[in-house]
């Protein structure tokens, strides 16, 4: 028993061993029994990492474990599966009387299943066919009411009303034909049924192309849809005849209530397009039009041409109101552009296309007689069409107050005057007249004026919309820009926001090929600024100012940016191009900062004062108006110049901002009034951010001039200080008495930043020439001070040399040592220089040099006091 045992112990010591190995290769989470373990998704997962073999026994370890721990669990609870066993059996004994009832009750229940199965199914089918029946009724009913209406609207249309001289009659015929319209549109809405741009019975007749849905026909089957701005193209989404299925009958009756619309529609057309006419004759040729109504006295009595009666206009309402509602808004528009827009439309292709004759033929007569021996070239874009001559005799024809067709499209939506629609006041005979006129979804400016007039253009002039004459290009698209703009100005708001997004707009600027006319204009700028920085004389500063854009520069290439500048947003500029021109700016301007920063590389042979333009001649010293200094201030005064231009302030004036204000104010203004950025960077912000980007861009430029500048000046002042040195043989071997005053050499080393000052104050602005003088004198204060302080050590290790050869101090038995008037002079000499200085608007602050001149000679301030004023005495 107990080797039995041991083996028991020894086995499943083994089988823990070899699963412990197993499992530090296989996670244990994989075995969990939380989880369902899939041994094919193991074996896929593993069998890169692992060896199959490996693998096997691993998976056989796991098995082998999960045996063991279910035998062990069994002989735990050994008791209790008996125990469960047992219970079970009784369980069995006590269920089987009742086994033979509950399959008798089972067998009965699905026999009644079964029966009441079928009875539902007859049910159903019965009251599917009740429903057939019923909906054949309504069908029936909705097909005898319609038809009711067809025939009552046939009979109203062939009805007769007496006199139509009478107001009364004319009026009512037309009121008529509203309410027919109405009966059209609901026996559309009653069949529940459309017919669809492609099928037959949706073309118009007048001109025998297919039309697109109007609102009234898709708003009658739930579907709102609108874009009468195209040339009458299909719907992609109308491809079958009917959109519901209906009754044959109604089928039948659709389609003839629809062929029945068509005629009623044209009829409407015909009648709309005769009054239009006459209103627009009599308008127009009021004599002719009184005489073919009421012979030659109406032409004896006939005064000025104006607005029609108010009877026609009413009937113009009705008949306007019965098209929209039969769904052909584009028809009313459509005749409206045909009386009033066609003739005047083309007037202007010949007036535009007799100027175009007219500019070429000047420009050859001006090359002829410009050319001595013949013929001549003719000047670019000579005879090429400009578009100013056609869109100016539209606007003066049909955009001007009071224009008949403005006039309509007014009174027609409702309004009274002016360009906006008034807000009606209750009980007001106003309001009452507005009601009368008004016709819902019709849209005359954009449709009847707009539209034909952009598509006009686009079928006689094919060409203008490619920028073969950048000028021309340019100039055309300003007119038609124009054009959009004022046009827009007589539509309302809800017009002015579905002309925006209507197919005609879209078309018309997707022509224009504005991206190859920025392409072409940003290689000439490119070349002109090129061309003339490859000038010889194009970065050396002129003798005079030159004049450009406003402002005066000294630069050739200063000034062609300048004027480069200002002709690009103001002549070449396109508000569609807005953020390509900033970009091209920005892009001049940083070109411009690389070419003007290489003048700050001075050659090493101009190092000397001689070879920089300090002239030592002249009495005083003067720098040269040819010298480097005054040179690199002319051009420092241009950045200067070019960052002040810049500046984004927004209460800068004059040239201060100049360029920013050019830049600010072409923004388009629907980015500028759109809410399109952050509540805290707005699209002006972005703009000034650009700018004050491009200033960053050409400040290192400037740092680069002004500090080339200061060196040059710094070599002339640099040899006046070399007298330094001889301060200690002047007092040791000369054994000059205690100084009194300052050295020759200190306003010799200011006469370089004197005459810098002078040279520059009638050029530059007090502030700019103060920081240069500022800046130089440092540099000077700082050259200053290394010099004092070689001389203060060598002065100090020969007085030491002197102590140990001698045994005395270099002065002897005097009161005053050699050593101390060397320092008294030098004491003075700073003084004078700092004194100097500060004349010039230099002071001594922390860390700059004229702090570390006095910081140099402070040691020798003692000495100095004690001693100047007995030696002054």
Known sequence: GSSHLGSVYKASAGLVSRRTAAMEEIPASEFDSQRSFDAKEVVQRYRKRVPLPQLQRSLRVHHAATRQELVELINDKYADFVSLSSRMQGVERALKPLRAPLEESSELTRGLHIKLGAILGQAEDTQRELARV???????????????????????????????????????????????????????????????????????????????????SLASAGNAARDRGGDGAEDSSAEASLVEEASPECQALLKEAAAFEETFAEGLRERLHGLVANAKRGWEEPAAFAQDQLGELGHAACGAGGP???????????????LVTVGRAHVVEATFADVFVKTYLEAATVACSAAAEESRRQALSASENSCSGGVGALSIGAGAVDLGPFFHAVQDKLLIEGSPLLWFAQRLRGGIGGHVVPLPTPGTG??????????????????????????????????????????????????????????????????RQTFAQSQALTDFRRRWKTQVYFSLRQKEAMQRLQAVAARPTALAPASERLAAAGGQVWLEASAELLQLLETMWKSWYLE??????????????????????????????????????????????????????????????????????????????????????LFLSRLPQGIASANCGTPERQPSDLVRALLDEAITVLRPALTDLEDAMLKQIIVAVTPQFGA?????????????????????????????????????LDIASVDDVASWVRKAVDAAALEFSVQAS????????QEASLRRLGGRSSGGEAQVSDLDKIHIQLCLDVENFVHAASEMGARVEDGNGLAKLTEVVSPLRPTYETHQAPGAA
Request: with cysteine; proline share 6%.
């Open 576 to 661: 569609v191009l807005y953020s390509k021109m900033v970009q091209l700016s920005l892009e001049l301007l940083a070109k411009y900062g690389r070419l003007v920063s290489g003048l700050a590389e001075v050659p090493e042979a101009s190092s000397a004062a001689s070879a920089s333009g300090w002239d030592t001649t002249a009495s005083p010293s003067v720098w040269a108006s040819t010298s480097l200094p005054v040179r690199l201030s002319r051009v420092a005064i241009d950045m200067l110049q070019m960052i002040s231009a810049l500046c984004s302030t927004e209460d800068a004036t004059g040239w201060t901002g100049s360029l920013a204000r």
């Open 134 to 216: 019923r909906a054949r009724k309504d069908a029936l009913a909705a097909y005898i009411d319609n038809a009711k209406i067809l025939n009552r609207a046939r009979e109203a249309l062939t009805q007769r009303w007496g006199n139509p001289q009478e107001s009364d009659d004319f009026l009512r015929e037309h009121v008529e034909q509203e309410n027919i319209a109405r009966d059209l549109r609901r026996i559309r809405l009653n069949l529940g049924g459309r017919l669809l741009a492609g099928s037959p019975l949706a073309v118009v007749a007048s001109g025998g192309q297919q039309a697109k849905p109007s609102p009234q």
């Open 308 to 322: 029609p009666a108010r009877a026609e206009l009413l009937a113009v309402a009705h008949l306007c109101r019965a």
């Open 790 to 797: 070689q001389l203060l050590a060598s002065t100090k290790q």
């Open 724 to 760: 330094i040195r001889t301060i200690p043989a002047l007092y040791r071997m000369l054994n000059k008495p205690v100084p009194t005053k300052p050295s020759p050499y200190v306003e010799a080393a200011m006469r370089p930043i004197l005459a810098f000052r002078e040279a520059t």
């Open 430 to 495: 106003a309001n009452v007249e507005s009601a009368l006129l008004a016709v819902p979804s019709l849209r005359l400016v954009s449709n009847a004026v707009a539209g034909p007039v952009l598509r006009h253009v686009q079928q006689v002039w094919p060409n203008v919309f490619m920028p073969a004459f950048p000028d021309v290009f340019a100039a055309n698209y300003m007119h038609a820009a124009k054009f959009i703009q004022e046009i827009e100005g007589f539509m309302t708001q809800s017009e």
